[in-house]
């Protein structure tokens, strides 16, 4: 990573420090940079690049060559050799780094409390890309001319802002605009101050940030809260909050040392984190979860707005509902009526679309859940060279995936594929991600789902060839990418559904997988989804679905008695859709067990989103260990394996009935799904003589599960893998079916 980090820059101060002569210069296959001397002081200048490299460049590989002496008088930096840039890779977005906030807060400085300051080691990057190469010209500061003193800091090598293409200062740069519910501007001389003001008493703010707007209230107040979640039509699902420093996120949530690396680094991702009951943060933030969303300031505008009249500001999307979030001025304020009273918004335009990334730490490792602001466009290292593929993602959590080289780019999360502003967002990234990486790969990978968005779209692209892939295998495979390995492994995909070879919706499975082919060894017993989608926003079906299957028919005794279904006319109607299965499809989805299980102790018979009810019975397990509940494994000839948890389902009825806390309960329902991955995956080393498990699917973003896992099966003597670089659920699914089509490809499949 050498484009727009100071990395130039860098070496010449590092050879000039070293008495070297030679040069450095940016070519097609990227930074080159000969150096002439005693050898001691060349063995200095490679142990100092190692040492200070610039904090956002990275080095992946040095290889060092002797060369014929020019006797070169000094060392230079050379102009770009233009012929070609296309593996010279853009830097993500970055946070403030501490020289620039340190100036920031300096009243003697010129930058003195001014929302754009960067430098070549912060600022924003991909979100203001136009065209490449990465050159102010190509930006959206193509149309703030530099002032004296800035261009001359641009143009000293020596200098920190040395070609920061992002480089501007109060004279010559962009400027912030508050503005009312209508878009007029309001007299202010301070807009921040201003806004601080307005947030303090409970307005509603649509910010503009580096990859898109934010709504923002003072998470402090409850009522400011719930208004947002009235106009925004989101009822429960949590709310990311910003706080100031790593000091206040730790007065109300747990941090590991883990989790404040992750806080603090330069991609300032949202980091999930165990809630402190402290009372500063309104409990309508994230009700009902143990966890809060936080994330530390990442733009110089929002070290401003962190006044200590807050503890913590809510920072979410601000988009409606399914909707993409919005980037525009003009977009921001018709979108967002009757939701912002005011918008502090600017001039320097966001080009690129891009969400804030979400993680968490499970078995001390870095988990994204959402890929986007802060790691996007940073390509995926491959173990070898495929050809060029481009592949379209699912259907939820969508992202797409160009392979070029040893390189694997994933777009920015565009989100659930539901509206038509959604799928204008699908295609505006497509078209981002061919310019960036210069590339139109002729070959297209997209899921089997015959009514997925971008199954459709995949047959209205210019294409040689459509490569369909399972979902769970792809699934599989992005963990093996993620891991860096190839060959076959024993694949556990645990997710809510996905479309698989029988044309019912799979999402329990366990595979013997490689890059180009699956195995599928078994799976978790199917079951009926009352009414389908219906069945996802509400659990209670499921729970009738699995009392059904497991009782017969005492079935409708035990409905009532739980009150999953409030009348006599509801019950026998089930009956029939379920026996009939009316609009019903059979899934095997791990988090459809969730939702049945948890409507069935009375958590959740309906939820406000998809998950919801699984997120909830995760939260009542936490911190409890119980022990698992019995299951059976049922094989019959050459048919796969399936996992019957009807043992299970009893158990669970007769913990109920006999008053265990459900606490207890949840725990245990945890632990059996642990123990069901263990004994398959031997089952699986029975047969096969394979040794590593690969983890993927949505359902491993559940702590318990995914580090439940991890120590049963390690503790069992397998290797196991799973996700830190992209996430587990379908935002990885389109890595998977690239690598998966181009292996294909490379092997003449
Ligand atoms: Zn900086
Ligand atoms: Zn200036
Ligand atoms: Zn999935």
């Not at 070496?11 to 002569?21: C, D, E, F, S």
């Not at 979860?289 to 809510?314: E, Q």
């Not at 060279?385 to 392979?403: D, M, R």
């Not at 109920?656 to 059996?672: E, R, V, Y």
Request: hydrophobic share 40%; aromatic share 6%; with cysteine.
């Amino acid at each position: 990573m050498v484009q727009g980090v100071g990395f130039r820059p860098f070496i010449y101060r590092v050879a000039v420090k070293n008495g070297l002569t030679g040069f450095v210069q940016n070519r097609p296959e990227g930074v080159v940079a000969e150096v002439e001397g005693p050898s001691a002081f060349v063995d200095a200048f490679g142990a100092d690049i190692r040492l200070e490299l610039p904090p956002l460049a990275c080095i992946t590989n040095i290889e060092c060559t002797d060369l014929e002496i020019r006797h070169d008088q000094n060392f230079q930096i050379i102009p770009s050799d233009a012929k070609g840039h296309a593996d010279v890779h853009i830097t993500p977005d970055s946070a403030t780094c501490p020289d620039c906030l340190q100036e920031l807060f300096d009243p003697t400085n010129r930058r003195f409390r001014y929302p754009f300051i960067n430098c070549t080691n912060c600022g924003p990057r991909l979100t203001i890309i136009n065209a490449i190469p990465y050159d102010r010209a190509n930006t959206s500061m193509a149309c703030f001319p530099l002032c004296r003193e800035c261009l001359v800091e641009y143009e000293n090598p020596a200098d920190r802002r040395f070609h920061a293409e992002p480089n501007a200062c109060p004279v010559c740069g962009p400027q912030l605009t508050l503005l009312n519910a209508e878009g007029k501007p309001v007299e202010t001389a301070d807009p921040v101050k201003t806004a601080i003001d307005l947030l303090s008493s409970g307005h509603v703010l649509a910010v503009k940030g580096l990859g898109g707007f934010h709504l923002s209230v003072d998470a402090g107040s409850s009522e400011a809260v719930k208004i947002l979640r009235t106009r925004k039509y989101r009822e429960e699902k949590p709310l990311a909050i910003m706080v100031r420093t790593i000091d206040q996120a730790m007065q109300i949530a747990c941090v590991s040392p883990e989790e404040e690396t992750l806080l603090t680094s330069p991609q300032r991702p949202i980091v999930l984190l165990k809630k402190i009951q402290s009372g500063l943060i309104s409990d309508s933030v994230a009700p009902h979860v143990p966890n809060l969303g936080i994330m530390l300031p990442y733009a110089p505008l929002h070290h401003l707005l962190l006044d200590d009249r807050f503890t913590a500001l809510v920072m979410t999307s601000a988009n409606q509902i399914d909707e993409p979030i919005c980037t525009g001025n003009r977009e921001a304020i018709d979108r967002l009526q009757g939701i912002a009273d005011y918008y502090l918004t600017h001039n320097r335009d966001i080009l690129v679309r891009c969400d804030d990334s979400i993680a968490f730490v499970a078995d001390r490792k870095p988990r994204l859940m959402r890929r986007s602001r802060g790691y996007i466009p940073q390509p995926l290292h491959l173990k070898e060279t495929y050809p060029p593929v481009l592949a379209l993602g699912g259907q939820l959590k969508t992202t797409h995936c160009i392979l070029k080289g040893r390189f694997a780019f994933v777009s920015p999360h565009i989100g659930d594929m539901e509206t038509p502003q959604a799928r204008d967002f699908f295609h505006e990234s497509l078209a981002l991600m061919k310019r960036i990486t210069e590339s139109d790969p002729q070959i297209i990978a997209c899921d089997l789902h015959p009514a997925y968005y971008s199954t459709q779209a995949a047959q209205e692209l210019p294409t040689e060839r459509i490569i369909q892939v399972q979902h769970h295998h792809a699934h599989i495979v992005s963990c093996m990418v993620d891991n860096q390995i190839g060959g076959d492994v024993i694949g556990l995909a645990m997710d809510g559904t996905g479309y698989g070879t029988d044309g019912n919706a799979w999402g329990g499975e366990f595979l013997i997988a490689n890059e180009t082919g699956f195995q599928r060894f078994g799976h978790l017993q199917y079951l009926v989804l009352p009414g389908g989608e219906k069945a996802i926003r509400e659990p209670r079906r499921i729970a009738a679905s699995l009392l059904r299957t497991v009782y017969g028919a005492s079935w409708q005794e035990l409905a009532h008695k739980l009150n999953l279904i409030p009348d006599q006319v509801q019950v026998e109607l089930f009956e029939k859709i379920i026996d009939g299965k009316i609009h019903s499809p059979m899934s095997s989805g791990l988090g459809r067990l969730f939702d049945g299980v948890a409507a069935l102790i009375g958590l959740r018979l309906s939820v406000s989103f998809e998950g919801q009810a699984a997120m909830e019975l995760e939260a009542l397990a936490a911190g409890s260990t119980a022990p698992p509940y019995p299951f059976d494994i049922l094989r019959n000839d050459d048919n796969p394996y399936i996992v019957d948890t009807t043992a299970m389902i009893r158990a669970i009825l007769a913990d109920l009935q006999a008053g265990q806390s459900k606490t207890i309960i949840a725990a245990s329902f945890h632990q059996t799904i642990i123990d069901v991955f263990a004994v398959m995956a031997g089952e699986i080393r029975k047969a096969t003589g394979l040794n590593r498990v690969a983890l993927s699917g949505g359902c491993f973003q559940n702590k318990i599960l995914l580090e439940g896992a991890i120590n049963k099966l390690r503790h069992s003597g397998f290797d196991v893998y799973s996700h830190s670089q992209v996430p587990s659920n379908d935002g990885g699914i389109s890595l998977g079916q690239a690598v998966i089509a181009a292996s294909m490809i490379k092997k003449g499949m």
